[in-house]
């Protein structure tokens, strides 16, 4: 089987691209799709969950929600909100970023409100037949993005909760650096916690603002081979999404890029 | 006894301080003093030595060898220069900075490199008195800096030698994001491993390059107190280096910094 076939593309990869086009570049090639909450709500949810249908394109995730460090019931509603979303769009999993330091509050203080939030919401994602995902995020943003940071910490807040309701993201650009990183996907796998897999690759120098500074695969520092064996090896099988947050790709036309994602996907696995 | 006897100030804060003028202030105010090789160097070793004992200013450490993940003779004969340096001026310790990923390899190859150059400077430090710091950088700095992440990474290449010859750097900045971080202190007091305790304040946004981001004390996220609190309490009792890399502090007057520096130090520690 050709790898492609697990091929998904992130629209947040061509963030500018209508969503419309997105799809129809998936359908055509037979790729999945990660799709956002602005795209969705600007097209509507019921629209974009036909023309997702329509298409035949299988969503494999919903980004984004989280943001509850500091769990207020604005911030859970939202979430409640996101979980009926990708439900309604048929994506497996909802990817959680978990918010930063809440004003007056320290990161051990953060860790706790997230603790809060997914007890309240991971039953109601269950119900739902939706996977909340946990993501670390690489620790430059721990103070004001996101507190979790490694792999096996995402793997010890999803603990408490049956798999079915909550695992993990596995992002290269976020854990890669990390000593306990193959280790950490063994034991995610073992415990049923793979909920999404996405690609992106590390390339210094970092841009200012450091947001944008995810690299078109193949042009880093990443071994995308090796991560897909540690997490094969697991028994996963499932897609692979390709996420690049990259002003200079922000910047070109989508078809484009989408194109260009594909090549070097291919090209990094070969 | 007050905290400012505990107080060191590292150089590099005021980097383009003149070190005779930064050896005079720490000798009025009874601070500890951490140095650069490279202002060292240009006073001359002989010349640097005497002025710190003229002075009666303690050295807390001399910064920074290592850079040695690909161990060639180079790399090593700087590295024992380096340690001949610290040994001539006092300085209980040497910093390293292990670099980063060379041509053509990955991190965990990096890595292995890393264990290799130890092995090879860790008894010859030990013969000359002067302990190995291993310092874990930010994760942002894997790839192009120092591939050590996290304390309990440093602690575990440190295991095979004796804690007189290799220690680790307790820096802040580096480490208040590891969910590990408390543990690892633990961990490091009771390895007897503690041998630079360093502050300096995590804020955002970093700035383009992200290296010269270093806060000053009192202006981020790091809650210096508790630091302190976790590092006494495995029977630490050695001097606190501030360190800050941050453009802002070096445009200005040394003497500024200096007393700026002392005074952030006394009030997030009040």
């Known amino acids: 089987m050709s790898i492609m076939r697990r091929f998904s593309f992130n629209h947040a990869t061509a963030k500018f691209w209508d ?58 509603d939202d979430n409640r909100k996101a979980i009926d979303e990708a439900a309604e769009l048929g994506a497996p999993t909802l990817v959680l970023v978990s918010g930063g ?29 939706v996977t909340l995902s946990i993501e670390p995020l690489h620790p430059m943003f721990a103070s004001d993005r ?37 280790q950490g996907i063994a034991r995610a796998g073992r415990e049923g916690r793979i909920a999404s897999f996405q690609f992106a690759d590390w390339v210094t120098p970092l841009p200012a603002g450091v947001l944008t500074g995810r690299g078109q695969l193949g042009d880093g520092c990443v071994d995308f081979k090796r991560y897909l064996a540690e997490v094969d090896a697991t028994g996963f099988t499932g897609p692979i999404e390709v ?25 990094v696995l070969e």
């Open 146 to 182: 996101c507190v979790v940071t490694t792999i096996n910490e995402a793997l010890d807040l999803a603990a408490p909760f049956p798999a079915g309701q909550v695992g993990v993201v596995v992002d290269t650009y976020h854990i890669w650096w990390d000593p306990q990183v193959w």
């Open 243 to 267: 996420e690049l947050f990259n002003d200079a790709l922000w910047a070109r036309p989508g078809a484009e890029v989408f194109e260009e994602t594909r090549a070097a996907f291919a090209r």
């Open 19 to 76: 969503q419309r086009e997105a799809v129809e570049a998936c359908a055509r090639t037979g790729s999945g799709i990660g799709l956002w909450r602005e795209p969705v709500q600007e097209m509507g949810l019921e629209a974009s969950a036909k023309l997702v249908k329509d298409a035949g394109v299988q969503v494999t995730s919903l980004c984004r929600a989280g943001f509850f460090t500091d769990p207020t019931q604005a911030a859970i």
């Open 101 to 129: 330091i809440p004003e007056g509050g320290t990161i051990d203080s953060a860790r706790e409100g997230v603790k809060e939030a997914l007890s309240v919401l991971a039953p109601y994602a269950g119900e739902r037949g």
